[in-house]
């Protein structure tokens, strides 16, 4: 079976720091992993990562996919109170590109 | 990426009944899919919409509760049917626009609440 594990469940920083959020896979015909905020119902696609080692930037978010330890990483820099959000990981599988989520990261930054 | 509504974007509903979700993408897309959220938990796959023909549905979900049509490249719609409690969750629907990525997009979402 297709598993995603996230990793921490929570976390709370304060305006400022700078968060690493950990992703890892077990699946079978993996395409790519792909991440998402989850603010409110929907969530908002922020990167796909399909080749190892090649970072993904946007603003103060990066992002890096290593097959070799099947894990991601995302980083947000310089938080801000309006990054709290739930944070989604998801690996893409199969000839559909279906897609296994992990449970999420819930970020909250305090002024 | 295409722009995907849903409707309702939310309804409480009585127990037995049934409650139909549309999904509507403002260009052709070639997948679509329907997911489940339940409360405090991550997304999970209830089907694969196919065009002109019958939805591909995950292990643990079933036509009869969860019918899913597709009359075309741009509409959906997902039957939650005899509804219990448990079904409250929030269901959304997403797209996949080219063979060449496997990014989706998602729609706003329907909360449902059954009482």
């Known amino acids: 079976e297709d598993k995603v594990v996230q990793s921490p469940l929570s976390l709370v920083v304060h305006e400022g720091d700078t968060v690493t959020l950990n992703c890892s896979y077990e699946v079978t015909n993996f395409r790519s992993l792909l991440w998402y905020k989850q603010e409110k119902k929907a969530p908002t696609f922020l990167f796909m990562l399909t080749s190892s080692g090649i970072e993904k930037k946007s603003g103060r978010l990066s992002s890096i996919l290593d097959k070799k330890e099947l894990s991601s990483i995302l980083n947000i820099t310089a938080t801000q109170t309006g990054d709290s959000a739930i944070y989604l990981c998801?690996?893409?599988?199969?000839?559909?590109?279906?897609?296994?989520f992990g449970k999420g990261i819930t970020l909250s930054v305090r002024p | 990426s295409a722009v995907i509504s849903q409707k309702p974007s939310r309804d409480i509903c009585q127990r037995g009944t049934s409650l139909t979700i549309q999904c509507q993408v403002d260009?052709?897309?070639?997948?679509m899919f329907w997911y489940r959220q339940q409360p405090g938990q991550s997304l999970t796959l209830i089907a694969t919409?196919?065009?002109?023909?019958?939805?591909?549905?995950e292990s643990g979900f079933v036509i009869d509760k969860f019918p899913i049509s597709r009359p075309n490249l741009t509409f959906s719609t997902l039957t939650v049917s005899n509804m219990s409690p448990e079904d409250s969750s929030i269901y959304l629907c997403s797209d996949r626009t080219s063979g060449t990525t496997d990014t989706q997009y998602f729609g706003p979402g329907t909360r449902l609440t059954v009482l």
């Open positions: 998801a690996a893409s599988t199969g000839a559909n590109s279906k897609l296994t």
């Open positions: 919409a196919n065009q002109g023909s019958e939805a591909t549905y």
């Open positions: 260009s052709q897309v070639t997948m």
